[in-house]
């Protein structure tokens, strides 16, 4: 039988009673003769719980040494819910074993907080599970060269998942979460979204990064790089389902791309609430401008997404960009104190309250005038467009984030993605 791995989200391990299922769906997989490596998230609300406590402690102008001892607080509650499944799984008469990122060893930068993985050392597994045993590996976590526990960002458990899996060259990583695949677009926004049988790695990317929160996107992004086949599915079927329809169900992540996915012009709708836009006005219009800016802002470990440069008047141009909300303020600060004087801007100005909506479709590379469609339909409702972001197969807008749900609902019927009643 094959290799498979599973994540499990906090959601899922959310309780004892959960954690029990778990054990119960894993113990299936195994005793059917697969050899089985787990990642679980911390239980739900874990994660924010100790990170509120940190802040509730936090120094007012916080050092490297502080997001140091942020990553080794915030892994304490992976490393609680691995050993409670590996207890739970012992409770099923099933061998098991649990290890922290560091026992692994996943090794990985020292970007606290924001943790790159640059390589898994999978003898300890493979030894485990040649035993017979399953193998619980913490996700969201590793180590660095220093020896210092660090930690992937929020939703790094899916990145940790892919990325054993890519070294241990599973056949499949399962994605188990509170949704029973990847929609349209979220369901609660649009009642008529659809569940997607398949989508394709190119999508699936460019979905996890316009907003939609079924997976990480650096772990599509580590799935595409080595190849990893994915499925999203849900955790909250019967753990006792047959072990085909299960490994059949929820959306398979593929690589192929095939003649139905041709006919879908747009797959999804994906959208993020969780965006601001900042505008350095009357900076000098000369070469190296966009580099001056950005650059001590990427030196910050602030990550940017849709940039403007607006057209040239009097030698001068204004430039606007969007960053996360958690990111806005700290951004806004440096530009407005160091960036802006010496570049000789007259004025920073930013906005917390936008949100980006993006149409996303593999047969948008083949079809004319689907950008046209949507600025039409969004000008019919009234909405105003901000800003324009597009490749190939995807086009984002950002506009004032109290028309989101607006927008989302009117795309979504324009580009006929409502389901059949």
């Given at each position: 039988?094959?290799?498979?791995?599973?994540?499990?989200?906090?959601?899922?391990?959310?309780?004892?009673?959960?954690?029990?299922?778990?054990?119960?769906?894993?113990?299936?997989?195994?005793?059917?003769?697969?050899?089985?490596?787990?990642?679980?998230?911390?239980?739900?609300?874990?994660?924010?719980?100790?990170?509120?406590?940190?802040?509730?402690?936090?120094?007012?102008?916080?050092?490297?040494?502080?997001?140091?001892?942020?990553?080794?607080?915030?892994?304490?509650?992976?490393?609680?819910s691995?050993?409670?499944?590996?207890?739970?799984?012992?409770?099923?008469?099933?061998?098991?074993?649990?290890?922290?990122?560091?026992?692994?060893?996943?090794?990985?930068?020292?970007?606290?907080?924001?943790?790159?993985?640059?390589?898994?050392?999978?003898?300890?597994?493979?030894?485990?599970?040649?035993?017979?045993?399953?193998?619980?590996?913490?996700?969201?976590?590793?180590?660095?060269?220093?020896?210092?526990?660090?930690?992937?960002?929020?939703?790094?458990?899916?990145?940790?998942?892919?990325?054993?899996?890519?070294?241990?060259?599973?056949?499949?990583v399962?994605?188990?979460?509170?949704?029973?695949?990847?929609?349209?677009?979220?369901?609660?926004?649009?009642?008529?979204?659809?569940?997607?049988?398949?989508?394709?790695?190119?999508?699936?990317?460019?979905?996890?990064?316009?907003?939609?929160?079924?997976?990480?996107?650096?772990?599509?992004?580590?799935?595409?790089?080595?190849?990893?086949?994915?499925?999203?599915?849900?955790?909250?079927?019967?753990?006792?389902?047959?072990?085909?329809?299960?490994?059949?169900?929820?959306?398979?992540?593929?690589?192929?791309?095939?003649?139905?996915?041709?006919?879908?012009?747009?797959?999804?709708?994906?959208?993020?609430?969780?965006?601001?836009?900042?505008?350095?006005?009357?900076?000098?219009d000369?070469?190296?401008?966009?580099?001056?800016?950005?650059?001590?802002?990427?030196?910050?470990?602030?990550?940017?997404?849709?940039?403007?440069?607006?057209?040239?008047?009097?030698?001068?141009?204004?430039?606007?960009?969007?960053?996360?909300?958690?990111?806005y303020?700290?951004?806004?600060?440096?530009?407005?104190?160091?960036?802006?004087?010496?570049?000789?801007?007259?004025?920073?100005?930013?906005?917390?309250?936008?949100?980006?909506?993006?149409?996303?479709g593999?047969?948008?590379?083949?079809?004319?005038?689907?950008?046209?469609?949507?600025?039409?339909?969004?000008?019919?409702?009234?909405?105003?467009?901000q800003?324009?972001?597009?490749?190939?197969?995807?086009?984002?807008?950002?506009?004032?984030?109290?028309?989101?749900?607006l927008?989302?609902?009117?795309?979504?019927?324009?580009?006929g993605?409502?389901?059949?009643?």
């Open positions: 039988m094959a290799l498979i791995v599973h994540k499990y989200g906090g959601t899922s391990m959310g309780s004892t009673e959960r954690i029990r299922n778990v054990a119960k769906r894993v113990a299936k997989w195994a005793r059917a003769g697969h050899q089985m490596v787990v990642v679980p998230s911390a239980m739900s609300g874990e994660t924010n719980r100790l990170l509120g406590l940190a802040s509730e402690l936090a120094p007012s102008h916080a050092k490297n040494s502080y997001y140091r001892e942020l990553d080794m607080l915030a892994s304490t509650g992976e490393q609680a691995s050993a409670l499944l590996a207890i739970a799984l012992q409770g099923e008469g099933v061998e098991s074993v649990s290890y922290a990122g560091w026992q692994v060893p996943v090794r990985t930068d020292s970007s606290f907080t924001k943790a790159r993985i640059e390589s898994i050392d999978d003898k300890r597994v493979r030894a485990d599970l040649d035993a017979g045993r399953v193998v619980i590996v913490t996700g969201f976590q590793g180590i660095d060269p220093e020896g210092n526990i660090t930690t992937l960002g929020r939703g790094g458990s899916d990145t940790s998942a892919v990325a054993v899996a890519a070294a241990l060259k599973a056949a499949e399962l994605i188990y979460t509170d949704v029973d695949g990847v929609y349209t677009t979220d369901p609660r926004v649009v009642s008529a979204a659809k569940r997607l049988g398949t989508v394709s790695f190119e999508e699936m990317l460019e979905m996890a990064s316009l907003g939609s929160k079924v997976l990480q996107i650096r772990s599509v992004e580590f799935a595409g790089k080595y190849k990893v086949p994915m499925r999203v599915l849900s955790s909250f079927t019967p753990w006792d389902i047959d072990l085909e329809e299960e490994a059949k169900s929820g959306t398979l992540i593929t690589f192929e791309e095939d003649e139905k996915m041709e006919k879908a012009v747009v797959s999804g709708i994906a959208f993020n609430r969780g965006e601001a836009k900042i505008s350095v006005l009357g900076v000098p000369t070469p190296g401008i966009a580099a001056g800016i950005l650059g001590p802002v990427a030196d910050a470990n602030i990550e940017v997404d849709v940039i403007i440069q607006n057209i040239s008047k009097d030698g001068k141009t204004d430039f606007s960009f969007t960053v996360s909300q958690g990111d303020q700290r951004a806004l600060e440096l530009l407005s104190e160091t960036v802006a004087p010496s570049l000789g801007a007259s004025e920073v100005v930013g906005n917390p309250n936008i949100a980006k909506v993006s149409i996303v593999i047969g948008m590379r083949s079809h004319v005038g689907v950008a046209s469609t949507m600025f039409r339909t969004l000008s019919k409702e009234g909405v105003n467009i800003m324009i972001s597009t490749s190939e197969i995807k086009t984002s807008v950002v506009i004032d984030e109290k028309y989101l749900e927008a989302v609902r009117s795309l979504h019927t324009a580009f993605l409502d389901k059949s009643e």
